[in-house]
């Protein structure tokens, strides 16, 4: 078994992609297809779920055999997953009888408005906040405005689950309806301290557990390819939602271990063990997997507009004309002069919370040119970074000397050196960027012994690229400052011209 390869899916927000790893945890193959974008209201954001499940089918065959292998080469399967968004579907037909609502999609703010009372409540029970986000309130979203399909869940004729569960049970056709349990910690159903569906929180969203998956252990079998597919007994034996997947691509194994993902937003990570962190700061709680029956927790904060940024120089500004342009221009200065990009766009997310505040930029003069905007913009990342971690610090006593970092802005190395200068911590990128499909690869290799532990996939770890602090305390502590200043004011400007 030990040539064979592992095949992961990644199921993502945008697209739908495939890798093929080898045992050591090298990219053999990948292939992509992008996934279409519903936008029936504003606000609202939906995908077809057939179009999900056909994608995923398309590129594992492409993959494949585009890499001149056979199913016979693969020893298993695993899936990691945007996480949060939900698809209903009919047990009979085993047909989708609603788009899946995605993560994004605000269709039910009414509904969590409504329900802010329960806070408290739900923070305690599933580590997480009553927002539009997680699963449970496009559930009742859907429920409230189908009323039928209400009816028909509580007499058991329906099935639900987050994309992971939607495609385990297309792949094993229909025989598996599971989910894992990082999964299951994103609907707000799920309480992570009995570690089980919660009765009341049921109760509280009116939804029937009858037409909720089975929670799996992260790593372990949770069924087989059909024979409608290969007849082949391949095992689906890991399962995580996409950012937990890369905490776990990361090799982030030990308390304290933590990992940052820059995309469009920033995702941050911090292992917490057997501790769940009750925050008073912002940031959520969350199951990073369960292996072995053991389970291990994670904190969570996230950035909104992070890669995004540089987008909006792109495309909105055009002072760059790609992203790899916000590297150069940089590179070129001495410093910033003294001038901060708030990107808060869509408000910030943690430790402010703040969804009314928007952007700002301070300190301009009439020297201040395009460069200057650029480089303060990409600053703006790491420090909304240095916002998180500092908050994860506090809340944690953890103390971190180094960061794994991955995804699309990784790539700048002026970004990477200002992190580590401005967070003093060495920034270790890794080899191979894709460490969320690398994640649920090694999940899945782990659950059928394919890794004998963690311990040896830790071994497997290869590295690009180390950033190591360079300025002075006093020199990170003045810039630092100048950005709290600026988040400060930033907050503080609510314009009420809307035209
Ligand atoms: P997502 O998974 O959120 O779509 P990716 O991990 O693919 O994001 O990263 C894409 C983001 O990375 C984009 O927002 C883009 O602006 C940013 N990005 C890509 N290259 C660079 C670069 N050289 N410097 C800064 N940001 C970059």
């Given at each position: 078994?030990?040539?064979?390869?592992?095949?992961?899916?990644?199921?993502?927000?945008?697209?739908?992609?495939?890798?093929?790893?080898?045992?050591?945890?090298?990219?053999?193959?990948?292939?992509?297809?992008?996934?279409?974008?519903?936008?029936?209201?504003?606000?609202?954001?939906?995908?077809?779920?057939?179009?999900?499940?056909?994608?995923?089918?398309?590129?594992?065959?492409?993959?494949?055999?585009?890499?001149?292998?056979?199913?016979?080469?693969?020893?298993?399967?695993?899936?990691?997953?945007?996480?949060?968004?939900?698809?209903?579907?009919?047990?009979?037909?085993?047909?989708?009888?609603?788009?899946?609502?995605?993560?994004?999609?605000?269709?039910?703010?009414?509904?969590?408005?409504?329900?802010?009372?329960?806070?408290?409540?739900?923070?305690?029970?599933?580590?997480?906040?009553?927002?539009p986000y997680f699963s449970a309130s496009k559930l009742r979203w859907l429920f409230d405005n189908y009323p039928k399909l209400q009816k028909r869940a509580n007499n058991g004729e329906l099935l639900c689950g987050t994309i992971d569960s939607w495609l385990i049970y297309n792949l094993t056709d229909g025989n598996v309806h599971a989910t894992d349990y990082s999964n299951a910690s994103r609907t707000l159903l799920f309480n992570i301290h009995t570690l089980s569906w919660d009765e009341d929180l049921l109760k509280l969203f009116n939804i029937p557990k009858c037409i909720l998956p089975e929670v799996k252990e992260s790593s372990g079998i949770f069924g087989y390819l059909s024979n409608k597919i290969t007849q082949e007994k391949i095992p689906i034996s890991g399962v995580a939602g996409d950012q937990q997947a890369s905490l776990f691509g990361q090799c982030c194994y030990q308390y304290g271990d933590l990992k940052n993902t820059y995309g469009t937003g920033c995702f941050t990570l911090m292992n917490t063990g057997t501790k769940i962190v009750n925050s008073k700061y912002g940031l959520l709680s969350t199951i990073a997997w369960k292996i072995n029956g053991q389970i291990t927790y994670a904190i969570e904060g996230s950035i909104f507009i992070a890669g995004a940024a540089i987008q909006w120089l792109r495309d909105e500004l055009k002072i760059i004309k790609s992203a790899s342009d916000s590297e150069k221009y940089a590179c070129s200065l001495q410093s910033t002069e003294g001038v901060y990009v708030v990107p808060a766009f869509t408000g910030l997310g943690t430790p402010y919370w703040d969804d009314e505040c928007k952007g700002a930029i301070f300190g301009l003069t009439r020297g201040t040119s395009k460069e200057i905007i650029t480089r303060a913009t990409l600053e703006s990342i790491a420090y909304q970074s240095k916002d998180v971690i500092e908050t994860m610090k506090k809340e944690t006593k953890a103390n971190f000397t180094q960061i794994y970092v991955d995804g699309g802005a990784t790539v700048n190395k002026y970004l990477m050196q200002f992190q580590a200068d401005i967070l003093n911590s060495k920034i270790i990128v890794p080899a191979t960027i894709q460490t969320t499909a690398l994640g649920a690869a090694f999940l899945a290799g782990l659950g059928i012994k394919y890794y004998k532990n963690v311990a040896e996939i830790t071994k497997l770890r290869k590295i690009n690229a180390i950033y190591e602090p360079k300025i002075s305390k006093n020199r990170q502590i003045e810039l630092y400052k100048g950005w709290k200043k600026a988040v400060k004011v930033t907050r503080m400007f609510k314009n009420s011209v809307k035209n």
């Open positions: 078994m030990q040539n064979k390869f592992l095949l992961a899916i990644d199921q993502g927000t945008t697209s739908t992609r495939t890798i093929i790893f080898n045992r050591c945890g090298d990219v053999i193959y990948e292939v992509s297809k992008e996934i279409t974008q519903y936008y029936p209201f504003p606000g609202w954001v939906e995908h077809d779920a057939n179009e999900i499940f056909e994608k995923t089918l398309a590129c594992m065959f492409e993959c494949i055999f585009s890499a001149k292998l056979s199913f016979k080469d693969i020893a298993a399967i695993g899936i990691t997953n945007q996480r949060e968004t939900i698809v209903v579907w009919d047990k009979k037909t085993k047909k989708p009888v609603y788009n899946a609502i995605v993560w994004q999609s605000l269709q039910s703010k009414e509904i969590t408005d409504n329900m802010s009372i329960y806070n408290d409540l739900i923070k305690e029970k599933t580590g997480l906040k009553i927002n």
